[in-house]
């Protein structure tokens, strides 16, 4: 089955600062990347997502990019804000029969203010 | 409009016994989901509804755990003599189409004793 794999595990970063979170999967045959935030206690929400026919989606102040060849994603964040702390997950899936999420193992990111 | 539903929020129970989770999922949505997440780790695929077609019970740890759908709309999951592992937050998703993004609830935290 897939696996995804997600770096790094904390990350700390001055407001205003860049933050990058790498994600990589194992099953060539997935197409479907989300990106979910959860803060502490809350549920997880999708702030961005791509799919294999694309390689770099942005949202203001969010990317994702993705390299299929190499089989890794990244989430990208500029301009970092103290609400951007929260848990970062990572997740794939192969978008067809059922749209089951494998996720990575979270981020957990602090913004100093 | 009212987002995923999950009760109760919390529930506490004594090793051996039997819980039941439910969730409510967004109206006209016909994908449901669940996912258990264990402390301080990412989200775990554990059942998958689509309209009236078979479940996909390929996430399910153990035959202690099941899941039905009434009607195409509520879940229920089961878990029968709960174990201390089953300590986690049981999060439940839905969405549009088997395709679409998935909506988390705010999940249900279980701690067994």
């Known amino acids: 089955g897939e696996n995804v794999e997600q770096h790094p595990s904390t990350l700390s970063v001055q407001e205003g600062d860049s933050a990058v979170i790498k994600c990589t999967y194992s099953d060539s045959a997935s197409n479907y990347f989300p990106w979910y935030k959860q803060e502490l206690g809350k549920r997880p929400q999708l702030i961005i997502d791509i799919r294999s026919n694309v390689g770099e989606k942005k949202d203001q102040r969010i990317a994702v990019t993705l390299n299929k060849t190499a089989k890794h994603f990244s989430l990208h964040i500029t301009e970092t804000q103290p609400e951007d702390s929260a848990v970062y997950f990572c997740?794939?899936?192969?978008?067809?029969?059922?749209?089951?999420?494998?996720f990575g193992g979270g981020t957990r990111l602090m913004v100093k203010p | 409009g009212a987002g995923v539903s999950q009760s109760p929020s919390n529930k506490v129970t004594e090793k051996g016994k039997d819980v039941e989770l439910r969730c409510d999922p967004i109206s006209g949505h016909t994908a449901l989901y669940w996912y258990r997440q264990s402390l301080g780790q990412g989200l775990e695929f554990l059942i998958y509804f689509q309209g009236n077609s078979a479940p996909d019970k390929s996430g399910l740890p153990s035959d202690r755990f099941s899941a039905e759908r009434t009607g195409g709309s509520v879940s229920t999951l089961t878990i029968q003599r709960t174990q201390q592992e089953d300590s986690a937050v049981y999060l439940c998703a839905s969405s549009p189409d088997p395709k679409g993004i998935q909506y988390f609830g705010a999940g249900t935290r279980l701690s067994v004793l």
């Open positions: 997740a794939a899936s192969m978008g067809n029969a059922g749209n089951m999420l494998t």
